[in-house]
């Protein structure tokens, strides 16, 4: 198999001074919330680093409160997605439904289901409860919102894979950013950060557009970074380089090729769009153009030395490789309606 393509993206990351204490705090939550009963998922977990991505897209949050109960409930999420894609319930749409229901009742509601012992309801309790004494109420009705479009997503892709059949790329471009939890990586920038952009700017096609855009950015650059492990574990069914091999009627090498060439037109396309969107914005727009920014660059840096992707060697950090140009620069639509409407916002 072909080595995995860089990606382009010319926008800086750093990460949140405080990273190393939103680390420890992380660990001991995990610790205390009884995730570590299992050592192997402890390690695991640890090494994926979910705090160095939280300190990377929300860098510019000020204290570690926030920063602090992103982590921690990306870690929980990030097990229970794991469950749900190659455990004990990847073939069992019913029962994500069922759980989803009832994770989604607690985070809109905390005190609801007391009686639960679930170690994910649990955490979704003890991480919600305090960010609605953290952020701003919008900001956190919007994280527990895109909750809904996450889980659904994962039991859209355990219906595809119980029925055995693969997504066509149409579906994929549908439920893909669904399942990866695209909207949500946007969410808890704001709830890290204390803000919340009118949704009234949110709505202009310009904007909408530009937030699609990196919200795919995302998932492509996941979908990339996870494709030998995803591979490895017969876990495809929401890839984008198996959907486009299959769409493309070409080898999957190729299909690897052609998700990094589209990931770098549409970073083009973002590049030009935030230029565009923010020469007449105002302060709260500005911001949030630079916090989708800091999640597109943040995300793929992430994705090169996490673990979860990338073999990582205790103590030593990999180099992060970046294309220095784009295999794609085109400012021209590609030839996916699900997603074309997004260059007419160019002009």
């Given at each position: ?56 897209i929300a860098r510019d949050a000020e204290g570690i409160t926030g920063l602090e109960l992103v982590s921690q409930w990306l870690c929980s999420m ?57 952020a701003p109420a919008v900001a956190v009705k919007r994280w527990a919102d895109s909750q809904l479009e996450s889980f659904m997503g994962a039991a ?161 950090v990999p180099v992060a490789e970046r294309a220095e140009r784009p295999a794609d620069g085109r400012l021209t639509p590609p030839p996916y309606p ?10």
């Open positions: 198999m072909a080595a995995i393509p860089p990606l382009f993206c010319p926008i800086p990351s750093s990460l949140h001074p405080a990273h190393e204490a939103v680390g420890k705090s992380t660990e001991l939550w995990l610790d205390a919330m009884g995730f570590s009963h299992d050592a192997e998922r402890r390690r695991r977990l640890l090494a994926i680093g979910a705090h160095e991505f939280v300190c990377r990030l097990t229970l997605d794991d469950e749900w894609d190659t455990g004990r319930l990847s073939r069992d749409p019913s029962r994500v439904l069922t759980i989803a229901a009832t994770l989604l009742a607690v985070i809109n509601s905390t005190p609801s289901h007391p009686e639960e012992s679930d170690i994910y309801v649990a955490s979704v309790r003890d991480v919600f409860r305090r960010a609605r004494d953290w859209a892709v355990t219906a595809f894979r119980a029925q055995g059949r693969p997504m066509t790329l149409s579906e994929y471009l549908t439920i893909g950013p669904l399942d990866r939890g695209s909207r949500s990586c946007i969410e808890i920038i704001e709830v890290c950060e204390r803000t919340a952009v009118p949704q009234s700017q949110l709505d202009s096609p310009r904007v909408h557009a530009l937030t699609e855009a990196a919200k795919f950015l995302v998932l492509v650059a996941a979908d990339v970074y996870s494709y030998k492990r995803e591979d490895s574990q017969g876990a495809l069914e929401s890839n984008i380089v198996d959907s486009l091999e299959r769409h493309l009627g070409c080898s999957r090498d190729q299909a690897l090729l052609e998700a990094a060439a589209l990931h770098d037109r549409t970073m083009c396309l973002f590049l030009r769009l935030s230029d565009r969107a923010g020469r007449r914005a105002g302060p709260e727009l500005r911001r949030y153009i630079q916090q989708l920014s800091n999640l597109v660059s943040g995300n793929l840096e992430w994705g090169f030395t996490s673990a979860r992707y990338t073999p990582r060697v205790p103590g030593v699900e997603i074309a409407w997004w260059w007419e916002q160019l002009w």
